[in-house]
């Protein structure tokens, strides 16, 4: 791979990430994405520590599975556009459904092994409550906590390098034998921080965007009353995560076309021109 491959990608790719078809695709995903966000803000407003704690991770790993389903279309679209493929959304939809079923099923263990994460870390809260002895306890396990919540955020990150991993070559190479994980490490052997660094590339427009975005809802927080009920901070944070989704859609769309530049360059295909 040489710089200039990679700048090849990155151009296509972001050249392609404002289609009016795949913003229409991305677009609604997103919303759903954020209504799980908005959703558990606010059950979390009057909770509980612990649970405020699960539910701050819990809608990012949700949504894992629906942006899974979402990157194996806009993949598949992506690899027809580069090829000036016309795709009908109608047969995106009826040549993917098997697929999308099967993304669904992997992002369930990622969901399943943070719910087991909440419960251990449910018993440090217990034992921190206990009259007289909790604070003792909450000083000598200190630790217990800090993994845990450690582990929450690699789990989040390592479903972030499955999207970018997994989406492509389920989406590209459906019909082949060895399963998603086999071809992810063959083409992954010797090329791993190629991998990484094509990773992190396709992070940055998301990155930014996130950036911008979230430091605009901070200000705007500044700048407004702040509701003291949770059906009110509900509310304000569902009709703040309406553009919010619309001004990501292309950055998200960007992430999945540049997973897919990358699937390419990392088999040493020739990319579509």
Known sequence: MTWAQLEDCFH?????????????????????CGVLSVFCRAVAFDASDWVAMSLAF???????????SLGVLLVRLYAHEAKKIALPLKKLFAGSADLILGTLYLSLPPVLLYLLLWIVLG??????SIPGIGHLFSIVFAFGPFLLILSSLLLCFFNLLLLFFVTPAVAMEPLKRASAAQRITSFLKGKLLTGLALFLVALIPIGLAVGFLSFAAYLTGLGLEQETESLGVALQWFFVMLPFAALLTP?????????????W???RRSVPS
Do not use: H
């Not at 018993?123 to 921190?128: A, D, H, V």
């Open 58 to 68: 819990l809608p990012i790993l949700l949504s894992s599975g629906i942006l899974l």
């Open 251 to 263: 950055a998200v769309i960007f992430f999945f076309n540049f997973a897919a530049e990358s699937f």
């Open 12 to 32: 296509r790719s972001m050249a392609l990430a404002f289609s009016k078809k795949k913003a229409m695709l991305a677009f609604p995903a997103l919303l759903l």
């Open 265 to 267: 360059l990392l088999q």
């Open 123 to 128: 018993f440090f809260y217990l034992l921190r």
